[in-house]
């Protein structure tokens, strides 16, 4: 891992835009390195794997653990009990049971939900006018804070067809008053921030590829 990828990504990203380590497939060691430099928000997708690493790594009281990953409703008592963030709440059926796990819980999971702006049979969300049709019933929901909305761009588009699809998830947020846009990866980042992104999901151009 080569830390100076790090340190010269802070430096191009603006301020006002967070930087989410992807840290799933990669070392607790490999974290706390990254953390050493001042990050302290990282994205897991699988529920195991983060728990092994939160366990590693419950010193280091400054992490916030970002869930990232699809939620299987099986699992969402454990992300509920174990991370601050959940990005990736991808239906109306599944955020109902995590306000109902959290009011039990007696936490407050700050959310994104998740939103599908094309049409790819790989990625879940919710289609934007039924989350407008549900946005009064979602307000409503118990111990949740919604703070914005999350997307993930299919694979082979333009620079221009991944700004275009970023605007639409940002003017959907500011039509809801949400302030947080989570979207942009590693190879289109550029285009999120442009578009309005506050939390960039950062893999590879941190850590290095993936073994």
């Known amino acids: 891992m080569d830390t100076a990828n790090y340190l010269k990504l802070r430096k191009q990203i603006p301020s006002n835009v967070n930087i989410l380590a992807v840290s ?27 728990f092994e690493k939160q366990v590693i790594l419950k010193d280091l009281k400054q992490i916030n653990w970002h869930f990232i990953g699809r939620i299987q409703s099986n699992k969402i008592r454990k992300i509920v009990q174990n991370f601050k963030y959940i990005h990736s709440v991808d239906s109306f059926e599944k955020l109902q049971k995590i306000s109902n796990i959290s009011y039990e819980e007696k936490k407050y999971p700050l959310i994104m939900l998740q939103v599908k702006l094309s049409e790819d049979p790989t990625k879940g969300g919710f289609n934007p006018e039924f989350l407008k049709f549900k946005w009064i019933e979602i307000q409503n929901l118990k111990n949740i ?4 909305l999350m997307t993930i761009n ?3 588009l333009t620079s221009r067809e991944n700004s275009g699809l970023f605007k639409k998830c940002r003017a959907l947020a500011d039509s809801l008053q949400l302030p947080d846009c989570s979207m942009g990866m590693s190879g289109d980042w550029e285009e999120a921030v442009d578009a309005g992104s506050t939390w960039l999901r950062l893999g590879s151009l941190i850590f290095g590829d993936r073994c």
């Open 24 to 50: 799933k497939g990669f070392k607790s060691q490999e974290i706390k390195t990254i953390q050493n430099l001042g990050q302290n928000d990282f994205g897991e997708s699988k529920f195991q794997e983060a």
């Open 154 to 156: 299919p694979k082979g």
């Open 145 to 148: 804070s919604l703070i914005g």
